[in-house]
């Protein structure tokens, strides 16, 4: 840095575009005495700008990139509660009345395997119904008994009940109802003993396998998230960990109230660590747009502009301004002020904008001391009641 500071004193102390000056003052003429100094630049050098040494640049921790044309991404984070995917829910209801003789899904969170019997209902027309087709398959009457099979079934009794109630040639009391699915009872609408008309939804089955979270992007980013966007989820119960999902549906209209537009997400859960009705937040990566970008770093905003350190080709480095576009995550659009290929200082810029504001703090002390700086051509006054030879 010590490097850097000098070279900026040198640049502030040297002539830059002068035209024709007056005769030197005693400063003026030290001035010239030392340009045979090592380290001093010669007469007529072009020291605007920031000399940088790689190696010097390299401790202090700045880096340098190239501008180039690629797409510059960036991720929406948006909120949302998690909950149940909507085809994974099932109601088990009942096709018959009768009464609950025998209830095996008793509490509500039970886990279930499809297949896993739920309760037992003893219904009289599901007996009628037994002994009819028992009945045609004793008087081979194939018909009758094609069309109690099929009333069988029609009520949900599973074909092999039907097959065992043909083998064992007598009525069972009971039909038991089996769980369609897998998943855990979030409803139970049915206690042992009720009685229940056919219609009536007695379980609620969800499968957590997947679960969606309806997350709400603000009305700047909704043209940047489309169907298949690629998410990532975490939650705060499960800290370190995150999830894999995509946006599956996109609500068409925009919430009036709070300018957002609501996005959902599906989520694998194989594992069971989400549960519903956890607090989940979103990032979704967006495709970007292409276009010449540097390192984010790169670019310096000092309230009314942005500057970027650029490689001049000996060496030295001065500032430029751009007009800046989409910033991403990692990368800035640059809309003007850069070519591709054109190399920056990628990081640290702060540090050369304070050398640069130290030369220009440097110049003005120089001034007030009575040296006639000549800047950009234009010939600055001595200290006024200086004397010239």
């Known amino acids: 840095m010590k490097q850097i500071i000098i070279g900026l004193l040198l640049a502030a102390m040297t002539l830059t575009g002068c035209k024709k000056a007056p005769a030197p003052s005693q400063e003026m003429t030290g001035m010239k005495d030392m340009q045979g100094m090592p380290g001093m630049p010669t007469a007529g050098a072009d020291t605007s700008g920031v000399p940088l040494d790689r190696a010097e640049a390299a401790r202090l921790g700045i880096t340098f990139a190239r501008a180039a044309e690629r797409p510059v991404r960036s991720s929406v984070r948006a909120v949302g509660i998690l909950k149940y995917a909507e085809p994974n829910l099932v109601y088990v209801n009942a096709r018959v009345g009768g009464w609950v003789e025998r209830l095996y899904a008793d509490y509500v969170g039970k886990h279930v395997e499809q297949g896993d019997p739920l309760l037992a209902l003893y219904s009289p027309d599901l007996v009628s119904a037994q002994e009819e087709y028992l009945l045609a398959r004793r008087l081979k009457d194939d018909t009758l008994a094609a069309s109690a099979r099929r009333r069988l079934a029609l009520w949900d009794v599973p074909s092999d009940q039907i097959d065992s ?73 499960l800290p370190g960990r995150t999830f894999r999902g995509s946006v599956t549906f996109i609500y068409p209209q925009l919430d009036e109230k709070t300018r957002t537009l609501t996005a959902r997400v599906a989520v694998e859960n194989g594992d069971g660590a989400l549960r519903p009705g956890m607090y989940a937040t979103a990032a979704l990566a967006t495709a970007g747009r292409r276009g010449v970008s540097v390192p984010l770093e790169a670019v310096l905003p000092t309230g009314t502009k942005d500057l970027v350190f650029l490689n001049r080709g000996d060496g030295r480095f001065v500032p430029r301004e751009v007009r800046v576009g989409l910033r991403g995550d990692s990368l800035v659009e640059i809309v003007e002020g850069l070519r591709p290929g054109e190399e920056v200082v990628a990081s640290a810029t702060f540090l050369l904008d304070s050398e640069s504001n130290l030369a220009a703090a440097i110049q003005g002390l120089m001034l007030q001391m009575g040296m006639g700086l000549n800047m950009g051509g234009m010939q600055m006054p001595a200290k006024e009641g200086a004397r010239h030879p």
């Open 165 to 237: 109630l043909e083998t064992r040639a007598s009525v069972t009391r009971t039909l038991l109802l089996r769980a369609p699915r897998s998943g855990a009872l979030t409803e139970k609408m049915v206690i042992e003993g009720q009685a229940v008309k056919a219609g009536d939804n007695l379980f609620q089955i969800a499968d957590a396998q997947v679960l969606w979270v309806e997350v709400a992007i603000f009305e700047q980013d909704a043209a940047a998230v489309r169907v298949g966007t690629p998410a990532t989820i975490t939650v705060d119960a």
